[in-house]
Each structure stands twice: as C-alpha cells, then as structure tokens.
C-alpha cells in the first residue's frame, strides 16, 4: 500500500469567515483533517470522499472542497500535488460538471460537443425551414424553367397518352384557376392511382385515377387541388425542404443551375412527395374556391374523395394518390362545412361534361 500524502490547509466551519491551519492526510476513501493548534477546540475529522458535496478547483493550484449539511464546513488547499491526486467524486452530475469546470480537455470536448449539437439541430430543423422560406427568393420565371426541365427528364420513362392528355387540356382551359402559372396536364398510361404537380404548371394525372371517375366535377376537383399545389409553391418547398442543404448554399452563392440539375437528377422522386394535412387541407381549399368561381358544384371534391376511399375500403392496394395526399376525415369535413355555410351557386356545365366524356373515353 502507498503512503497517505499530507499537506497544509485551511479549514472553515462555514459559520464566519475565521479559519484554522489543519494538516490533511489524502486518502483513496478519504480526507483525515487534524488541526495544527493544541488551543482549538475542534478535533480531528475525517471526510469520506463519497459524501463531499462539493469541489472547486479555482487556480490549478488552490482547491476547494465542501463537507457536511448546511452551513458547509469548507477545506481550501493551496497544492498543485493535491490537485493532481484529490479523486472528487465520481457519480452523477458531479462527475459531469467537474470534469467540465476544472478539465481543459472538458472544456473543450463540451464547447466541441455543444457546438455539433446546434450544427445538427440547425442541419435538421433551421436549415430545412430555412431552404423552404427561400423559395421566396425564386423568381416565378425560373421556377417555372426549372418545373420544364424536371418534366422533360421525367416524362421520357412515361406512357404518354397523347389523346386523352389532348383532350384534359381542352377541359383546363374552360376553367379560370386565377393563376400566373402556365397549368397543362399530362395524362399518362398507368395502373397505379396517382396524380401530382409539379414546380411552375405541369400537372400529371395517371389514367387509373381517371377511369374512377363518373362526372366531370371530381375532374375539376382534381385538377383544381393539384393547382392549387402549384399555386402555393407546394411542390417547391418541399422539394427545397427535402434538398436543404445544397440547395441554400446554391441560392446564398446565386448558383441557380446547380439547383436545377440537383431537381432533375431527383426527378423520379417526385411523384412520390407527400404532403403534410395542412398542405393537403390547404389545396383543397384553393380548388373549392376555383369550383365555386366557376360555379361548379364543389360537391364534386366529396364525390373525388369517396371514390378513393371505396377504393381503398374494398380491399384493394391503396391507391398511390392516397399515400401522397391522405384523405383524412377532418378533410372531407372541411370542405362539407364550407358547402354548409356558403351554399354556393353552381349550374350545369354541358361543354365540361362533354370534353369529361371524351377524356375518359378511352378507358
């Protein structure tokens, strides 16, 4: 067994700010406190290490440690030797806070740590936010250019159906979405139920969805909801959302084409961008408004909905469209209270329906 090392302190009883000259023996367990004045009344003491409340290291040379209920008796070292072999304790925070206050290596892991910490909440909460903010900062002009190019890469693994798409643009154009973006819709040959927007007007609409139909009105509704995603930039900010990191620093150095050859490399992702509901619910509500304008029968979002729905409650693979824009109860309750309270005015609209009929004639 080693021997206990002594050194010189000075004790104080945390009553006043008198102090009396003790020698300390340091043990591995424990403190052993023996006055050096015959006349003082207070004895010799021992302090387990375990049961210290508190250690301070000041200087690399005069510690501080804390014994006992309140009020503390407090023994100060002046002793680098101390500093070096004095084992404070090991458990819980006091561990932790120690090994930070009095370790320079700790101060710098902790600064090291804390400031990785904040870089990744920046990376995955700020930076996404922020990307989607900057959208703002797009002029409408480019985002449009970017939507062209992301379409011309995408489309070219699609089944085109050029008559039917003939056909779903001539029904766009009877109906004012109030919008600067130039809308025209694709329609494509596919098994899956889908439909989707994408950055600056095009619309895709697969031909599964369209056969579902049964009146033109769930057509309107669905080109007015996809609209609406363009409109406000939906598919964009999700987008920018999901690329944030390399898409800000291209915007903060004006390098607009890397975004645009970032997008396009992601292309084939693009159908599968969900929405959140406030997003969703948002949509809706651009493409009831564009129904009732138009005085068409804003039911036809309902009839749309529940077609999905029968779909999905019949035991069929859920429709893709459902998966990236979930139709949730609150949806369909939003829009059926809008009806409720407006009662809006609609009529027939016999042209719509004939160009409907020779949309989905060929299913």
Same mark, same amino acid.
């Given at each position: 067994?080693?021997?206990?090392?002594?050194?010189?302190?000075?004790? /104080?009883?945390?009553?006043?700010?008198?102090?009396?000259?003790?020698?300390?023996?340091?043990?591995?367990?424990?403190?052993?406190?023996?006055?050096?004045?015959?006349?003082?009344?207070?004895?010799?003491?021992?302090?387990?290490?375990?049961?210290?409340?508190?250690?301070?290291?000041?200087?690399?040379?005069?510690?501080?440690?804390?014994?006992?209920?309140?009020?503390?008796?407090?023994?100060?070292?002046?002793?680098?030797?101390?500093?070096?072999?004095?084992?404070?304790?090991?458990?819980?925070?006091?561990?932790?806070?120690?090994?930070?206050?009095?370790?320079?290596?700790?101060?710098?892991? /902790?600064?090291?740590?804390?400031?990785?910490?904040?870089?990744?909440?920046?990376? /995955?909460?700020?930076?996404?936010?922020?990307?989607?903010?900057?959208?703002?900062?797009?002029?409408?002009?480019?985002?449009?250019?970017?939507?062209?190019?992301?379409?011309?890469?995408?489309?070219?693994?699609?089944?085109?159906?050029?008559?039917?798409?003939?056909?779903?643009?001539?029904?766009?154009?009877?109906?004012?979405?109030?919008?600067?973006?130039?809308?025209?819709?694709?329609?494509?040959?596919?098994?899956?139920?889908?439909?989707?927007?994408?950055?600056?007007?095009?619309?895709?609409?697969?031909?599964?969805?369209?056969?579902?139909?049964?009146?033109?009105?769930?057509?309107?509704?669905?080109?007015?909801?996809?609209?609406?995603?363009?409109?406000?930039?939906?598919?964009?900010?999700?987008?920018?959302?999901?690329?944030?990191?390399?898409?800000?620093?291209?915007?903060?150095?004006?390098?607009?084409?890397?975004?645009?050859?970032?997008?396009?490399?992601?292309?084939?992702?693009?159908?599968?961008?969900?929405?959140?509901?406030?997003?969703?619910?948002?949509?809706?509500?651009?493409?009831?408004?564009?129904?009732?304008?138009?005085?068409?029968?804003?039911?036809?979002?309902?009839?749309?909905?529940?077609?999905?729905?029968?779909?999905?409650?019949?035991?069929?693979?859920?429709?893709?469209?459902?998966?990236?824009?979930?139709?949730?109860?609150?949806?369909?309750?939003?829009?059926?209270?809008?009806?409720?309270?407006?009662?809006?005015?609609?009529?027939?609209?016999?042209?719509?329906?004939?160009?409907?009929?020779?949309?989905?004639?060929?299913?």
């Amino acid at each position: 067994m080693s021997e206990p090392n002594i050194y010189d302190g000075r004790l /104080f009883d945390g009553k006043s700010s008198s102090s009396i000259h003790v020698s300390v023996i340091l043990y591995s367990d424990r403190l052993v406190i023996h006055p050096k004045s015959d006349d003082v009344i207070t004895g010799t003491q021992t302090w387990k290490t375990s049961l210290i409340k508190d250690y301070r290291n000041s200087t690399n040379e005069v510690i501080q440690v804390s014994y006992g209920e309140y009020p503390s008796q407090v023994l100060e070292i002046v002793s680098a030797d101390f500093a070096i072999k004095f084992k404070p304790p090991v458990s819980g925070f006091d561990k932790f806070s120690h090994s930070i206050v009095h370790s320079g290596v700790g101060i710098i892991a /902790f600064i090291s740590a804390a400031v990785i910490g904040l870089l990744l909440l920046l990376y /995955f909460f700020a930076l996404p936010f922020l990307a989607e903010q900057s959208v703002n900062l797009i002029p409408k002009e480019y985002e449009i250019k970017m939507g062209a190019s992301l379409y011309e890469n995408m489309i070219k693994t699609e089944k085109v159906d050029i008559e039917r798409s003939k056909f779903a643009n001539q029904f766009l154009k009877q109906i004012n979405f109030e919008t600067d973006y130039p809308l025209q819709v694709t329609v494509v040959n596919s098994e899956i139920k889908n439909a989707f927007a994408l950055p600056g007007g095009h619309i895709v609409v697969y031909t599964a969805l369209l056969n579902d139909m049964k009146q033109y009105e769930e057509l309107v509704a669905l080109l007015g909801h996809e609209a609406g995603h363009v409109t406000e930039r939906h598919t964009t900010k999700h987008i920018f959302r999901s690329m944030s990191g390399y898409l800000l620093v291209s915007i903060l150095f004006g390098d607009l084409s890397g975004i645009t050859a970032l997008v396009i490399d992601n292309a084939n992702q693009i159908h599968q961008l969900s929405y959140s509901r406030s997003l969703e619910t948002q949509a809706d509500n651009v493409g009831y408004k564009t129904m009732v304008k138009n005085a068409i029968n804003p039911k036809g979002i309902i009839s749309l909905f529940e077609n999905l729905q029968k779909g999905n409650e019949a035991g069929n693979q859920i429709p893709e469209f459902l998966s990236t824009h979930p139709v949730t109860e609150n949806r369909m309750k939003n829009i059926s209270d809008k009806i409720k309270k407006e009662k809006p005015v609609y009529v027939d609209h016999a042209f719509l329906e004939g160009i409907f009929k020779q949309v989905i004639r060929n299913k």
